[in-house]
């Protein structure tokens, strides 16, 4: 049983109470407002649960982190990267990426134990980060070929971090060219960390790996902040 958090005020269970199976899950309830959102990515926590569920809230140990330095290019894909003429924007097209994530998302590139039959961007999640991306807190990755959206993601930054919620492709490893382009900006901007939520092979062979939540909480307090990324303030896009 976890607890019920109502609307007001914004407070959150210790994390020592996060259930261990499900692994993460901490409250339920409250609100997908941007004030609770930001509370919630301040402490480590997140939203994510399924049509017809209540708002459910998550804080997994261990957590899967990717550092930008850590980052793994195989050869396809650098291959790619070079020659298929793909063009990478920044927060041209929010709505359109979180759409495609939200109609027909990668498995391997969903939180553990969701489906595409079975996606978790809800309208009211879709309208809470839309919200959150007009207020500079959330931004997208767009990757186009011949003017056509073929793969995105999306999450939310503060400070020196960034929250991945999803990715998608519509073109054989357009997600991974979107993630490669993120990494590439968080490297040039000072970007400490990318939070990847829960476990996936598809972010393992990345670069991905999983470390304790104390050590995640521990990178929240030295380099995220309340305020919207200075990551982001200013973007120049290749294309």
């Known amino acids: 049983m976890v607890p019920w958090l109502p609307p007001r005020p914004i407070v959150f269970p210790s994390l020592k109470h996060a259930l261990h199976e499900p692994n993460g899950l901490l409250a339920a309830g409250g609100e997908l407002s941007p004030p609770w959102l930001l509370a919630a990515y301040r402490r480590g926590i997140f939203p994510w649960f399924s049509q ?3 708002i459910l809230w998550w804080s997994p140990d261990p957590r899967m982190v990717l550092l930008p330095e850590e980052l793994k290019i195989s050869r396809s894909l650098g291959k790619r990267l070079r020659n298929a003429g793909f063009c990478t924007t920044f927060d041209q097209d929010f709505i359109a990426v979180i759409d495609a994530c939200a109609q027909r998302p990668a498995d391997d590139a969903l939180p553990a134990g ?3 039959e079975n996606t978790w961007i809800t309208p009211e999640m879709r309208a809470a980060y839309i919200a959150l991306h007009r207020l500079g807190h959330a931004h997208s990755i767009e990757v186009w070929q011949d003017r056509t959206l073929v793969g995105g993601l999306y999450g939310v930054a503060l400070g020196k971090i960034f929250f991945g919620e999803s990715m998608f492709s519509r073109h054989s490893d357009a997600s991974k060219i ?3 382009h993120l990494v590439e900006h968080m490297r040039r901007r000072g970007g400490r960390l ?5 476990h996936t092979a598809h ?3 990345l670069g991905a790996r999983d470390i304790a939540r104390a050590r995640f909480i521990d990178y929240l ?3 995220a902040d309340g305020n919207a990324s200075s990551m982001f303030d200013t973007v120049v896009d290749p294309c």
């Open 52 to 54: 017809g569920q209540p």
């Open 114 to 116: 969701q489906t595409s």
């Open 178 to 180: 979107a993630l490669v």
């Open 194 to 198: 990318i939070d990847c939520q829960m």
């Open 203 to 205: 972010l393992a062979n």
């Open 221 to 223: 307090e030295q380099y």
